[in-house]
């Protein structure tokens, strides 16, 4: 059986891209990576993986996620830093849901070898 396309917009199937990351202790090797994951999870409403992939001091204790969201699209607009190389990044990205989008310029780090997503801000 085919699996379904990626929703954070690279071409390919789900569990060959960001599925991967979310069935598997192996980190998403560049900040990117991990932003795009972790769109599709809000996509899947993986809470458990948002968690995971937060860093500890920013994380928060629990994440309630919106099931009515729907989850339309994912644009990156601009990226410094964060690939193997680096030990932070900048991901800057519009993320469209039906009624909208969200813009956030969003911070990484690296935790003991793994991406995690620090916290955002959110540009005029």
């Not at 789900?14 to 991990?34: I, K, N, S, V």
């Amino acid at each position: 059986m085919a699996s379904r396309s990626c929703p954070c917009g690279l071409p390919g199937p789900y569990d060959a891209c960001c599925g991967r990351y979310h069935a598997g202790p192996g980190g998403a090797p560049t900040a990117e990576a991990l932003m795009r994951s972790r769109y599709s999870a809000f996509v899947r409403g993986d809470a458990a993986y948002l968690l995971r992939t937060w860093h500890p001091r920013t994380r928060p204790a629990t994440l309630d996620l919106d099931p009515g969201t729907r989850w339309t699209g994912l644009e990156i607009l601009d990226t410094v830093g964060g690939s193997a190389f680096h030990t932070t990044g900048v991901v800057e990205f519009r993320a469209s849901y039906r009624g909208g989008a969200l813009r956030e310029r969003s911070t990484f780090e690296r935790v003991d070898g793994a991406w995690v997503y620090v916290d955002g801000e959110f540009p005029a």
